[in-house]
């Protein structure tokens, strides 16, 4: 996407004289959106900060969270299929599906409430794992590593051995 913000533009869309571009910084702690005065040249931005240019005139409670599952996990599904997939040591909220809190911090759903990971299972023909493979020189499958704790000394073996045929 292109953007030249000195002249207010990101994309297709230019500030004008009803709005302008802001920019707005997540935070964790109020799981909000809030504006900052900051230049981003002057600020401190590491691997958990989450920025966004919003429009001025926007309404701040339609812009999706700064991050997914509370930082605790992953979105899996859409819609009303959606829910997080917790880390370990987290689990779903008992009723918002959408968040992940700590392990035994909330009380186990008493059967009312239906369970979007349960009820979307049949949707996926997917599984939760990765599958990494190897191409030979002739764009062939020659090697498969399952998961992701495989040894990568014997991955660079591998690949060695193939690019040496």
């Known amino acids: 996407m292109d953007y030249d913000i000195s002249n207010g533009t990101i994309g297709n869309w230019t500030a004008d004289d009803s709005w302008n571009w802001v920019l707005h910084i997540w935070n964790d702690s109020d799981e909000t959106w809030d504006p ?41 599904g859409t819609g009303a299929s959606a829910h997080c997939m917790c880390d370990d040591g987290w689990d779903r909220g008992s009723d918002d599906w959408m968040s992940c809190v700590p392990e035994g911090s909330t009380e186990v759903n008493d059967g009312n409430l239906t369970d979007p990971h349960e009820e979307s299972l049949g949707e996926y023909e997917i599984g939760h794992s990765t599958v990494t493979f190897i191409i030979d020189k002739e764009q062939r499958k020659r090697v498969a590593y399952s998961g992701i704790h495989w040894d990568v000394g014997d991955f660079l073996q591998d690949v060695k051995a193939l690019a040496e045929e």
């Open 36 to 76: 900052t005065e900051a230049s981003i040249s002057e600020m401190d931005i590491g691997f958990d900060t989450h920025l966004a240019w919003i429009a001025s005139n926007a309404n701040l409670s339609m812009m999706p969270p700064g991050v997914d599952c509370n930082g605790r996990g992953w979105v899996m």
